[in-house]
């Protein structure tokens, strides 16, 4: 291994921070291992509000996890009301800045009240606790009051990326069964209007369990209305109380559904239940973010993502935190527009993804020189690996040398952030997550589940089960158990592979499985694959990801034709479209390559890893005993240098 520099924390940062020095730090880990339930209940009392207390802490029987059984807890009160009541409903909770620059402070008053009458609204539509709705919305307040208003009244929410087509949105609403769908006119970005309500039109073609859909005023764009399904968000609220109690809910209430890709060409639905997610999310923001009843802080994640659901709205609202939110793009109407928001609120704490920190360095350091950055305190990065050199620039670039970087390493199944530095107390390695929450058992082994020696690549697996874990795959729990538990019995299985070194630090290099992480966005090949054999003139598809220097991964599709004169280039191009239409803009291929076969095995299946070899190395150096047809790779080869 190369020598990596070192960053311990400053002794100012150490002196203010909310777990100061690594004693404390070991002292919490030490607490946690030896007895979680005694750790996790303690915080739970002390940290949430329970409309009555629990009994039990954890109830195991792997692979179902129950967490606090027998209390009950409203995810929504905990993040609003309770500090409206403690005298803080004069605190600003967002702080919205739209794309073309109109600007809003909502105060946790405000927020209770918006949310009240909202929650009141979806009553009198008459919808109840157990019903699931569908959020389908641009980055504005009015997201989060809608899933904090499904959360007030016990309706399980699942959120869909604004960037998915109404094919992907038509599946998610079709596979949770929902009643209500919550979306808008439209939102902002690159100075264009993205428009949602077309989408959500086609998709309720062939979706009968929606009763309603609740539109939300944006853009102002032209929409169409159907009587008696559609209303405005306006219209529900108008005349509503803003008064509308909070419901008590079980602990293990299904507070919300995030669709996700696997390794199938069907998503999965990441089921998260109430209190230990809350509690996780909430305790993560106070360990990782250290943050202050003072800071201003900014996620760059769009709500879609269980980012935005763990570190915009459930963990820092749980906290009571004052945030940033922003709708639109980095670059409109310039590359500045992150450090100018950065300057005009006087932001302290700051996560993006690397992805984003890439593309921004590729603009030149006059970007954010431009701008008096010197309100921030802290950095976060989440979604992918952390390159050195990204690392670097953004902590002389963006943090001056100041601000301690924390890399989080998490899932959409894990809830919270598993593994990343207490900033005021683990010194930095840049690249890596460094070390384990307090109650994370984690460790990286081979396939028997043996650890491996110190610096040798394995599996990333979790031993014991945590809070804000994964509860299910919405209606699979076979697959929930295949997928996670099925490996290393008991032991949950992270798909990624990962090294830890003499120090016990954790440096994960990426998904095992057919698992791409496009700009910090999983993807899945069979997905994109079965994308491209719908269209009538696919045959058959491989799809790889190939390293890319902006956005980590990038998509490249091996494609067979059906007999028939093609235009190639017209072709190419119209299958990224396609694919855009079928997922959703954000997963359109980089690169569509034809060919006149595939390598496969005797048995006939695909080897992508040969495939994958090929993009990443321009030759396949790997074990090729199992090919069926060698000369196929020499034509994919010969086809690379062609285009190089
Ligand atoms: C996968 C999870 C966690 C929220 C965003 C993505 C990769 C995530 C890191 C990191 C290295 C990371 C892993 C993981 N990943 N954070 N700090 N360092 N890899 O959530 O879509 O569920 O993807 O993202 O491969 O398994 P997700």
């Given at each position: 291994m190369t020598e990596v520099h070192v960053y311990p924390p400053s002794e100012e940062f150490v002196k203010l921070a909310n777990v100061s020095g690594m004693d404390a730090y070991r002292k919490l880990y030490r607490e946690a291992a030896e007895d979680p339930d005694a750790f996790w209940g303690a915080l739970a009392k002390e940290h949430l509000h329970w409309h009555q207390p629990f009994e039990q802490v954890c109830d195991w029987q792997p692979p179902f996890a129950q967490w606090f059984v027998g209390g009950k807890i409203n995810a929504c009160y905990n993040c609003v009301d309770r500090h409206v009541l403690a005298g803080h409903g004069e605190k600003v909770a967002l702080l919205f800045e739209g794309e073309p620059g109109d600007h809003r402070a909502i105060t946790y008053a405000e927020t209770l009240a918006s949310v009240s009458r909202f929650a009141n609204g979806l009553l009198a539509l008459g919808l109840k606790q157990g019903d699931r709705a569908i959020v389908y919305m641009p980055m504005i307040p009015e997201a989060v009051f809608a899933m904090l208003a499904c959360a007030r009244l016990g309706i399980t929410h699942s959120v869909v990326f604004g960037g998915f087509s109404a094919e992907a949105l038509k599946a998610r609403i079709q596979d949770l069964g929902a009643k209500l769908v919550i979306t808008a006119d439209g939102g902002w970005r690159r100075g264009k209007e993205i428009k949602l309500k077309p989408a959500v039109d086609e998709a309720l073609l062939e979706c009968p369990t929606v009763e309603n859909v609740i539109v939300c005023e944006r853009t102002k764009g032209d929409v169409t209305m159907l009587h008696g399904r559609d209303h405005w968000w306006h219209t529900i609220e108008a005349g509503q109380s803003e008064h509308c109690p909070a419901v008590p809910l079980?602990?293990?209430?299904?507070?919300f559904v995030l669709y996700t890709s696997g390794t199938t060409g069907k998503p999965k639905g990441i089921l998260h239940s109430t209190a230990g997610y809350l509690l996780q999310c909430t305790k993560t923001v106070n360990w990782v973010f250290d943050l202050k009843p003072n800071d201003v802080y900014w996620c760059t994640a769009d709500i879609g993502w269980v980012t935005g659901h763990s570190y915009i709205v459930y963990g820092p609202m749980s906290m009571g935190a004052t945030q940033v939110i922003y709708e639109g793009a980095p670059d409109t109407p310039n590359f500045d527009r992150w450090w100018q928001i950065v300057a005009k609120y006087r932001v302290t704490i700051f996560y993006t993804s690397p992805t984003a920190i890439r593309a921004l360095i590729r603009q030149g350091d006059h970007w954010p020189n431009g701008h008096d950055l010197s309100s921030l305190r802290l950095l976060g990065s989440v979604g992918e690996p952390i390159n050195p050199a990204a690392w670097e620039w953004y902590h002389k670039t963006i943090g001056k040398s100041l601000c301690p970087i924390v890399d989080t390493w998490w899932q959409t199944e894990t809830g919270s952030i598993l593994i990343a530095p207490m900033p005021g107390a683990v010194p930095l390695k840049p690249g890596s997550g460094t070390l384990p929450m307090p109650g994370v058992i984690a460790e990286v082994v081979d396939l028997k589940g043996n650890p491996v020696a110190d610096n040798h690549e394995g599996y990333l697996v979790i031993n014991r089960p945590w809070p804000s874990m994964v509860r299910n795959i919405w209606g699979d729990p076979e697959r929930f158990h295949d997928q996670y538990w099925s490996k290393l019995p008991g032991r949950y299985f992270t798909g990624d592979a990962a090294r830890r070194d003499a120090d016990g630090y954790f440096w994960v290099l990426g998904r095992v499985d057919d698992v791409l992480n496009v700009s910090g966005h999983r993807l899945s090949t069979m997905e994109v694959e079965s994308a491209l054999v719908h269209h009538p003139a696919v045959a058959e598809a491989a799809v790889v990801g190939k390293p890319h220097e902006i956005t980590g991964q990038a998509v490249c599709c091996f494609v067979t034709l059906k007999k028939g004169d093609y235009d190639q280039e017209a072709l190419g191009k119209e299958l990224r479209q396609w694919v855009g239409h079928e997922i959703g803009a954000f997963a359109r291929p980089e690169e569509i390559r034809f060919t006149d076969a595939l390598p496969k095995t005797r048995s006939g299946k695909i080897m992508r890893r040969l495939l994958r070899e090929l993009v990443t190395n321009n030759t396949v150096a790997g074990?090729?005993?199992?090919?069926?047809?060698?000369?196929i790779l020499s034509t994919l080869a010969a086809q690379q240098d062609d285009e190089a």
């Open positions: 079980d602990s293990e209430h299904p507070l074990d090729v005993t199992t090919l069926e047809d060698l000369s």
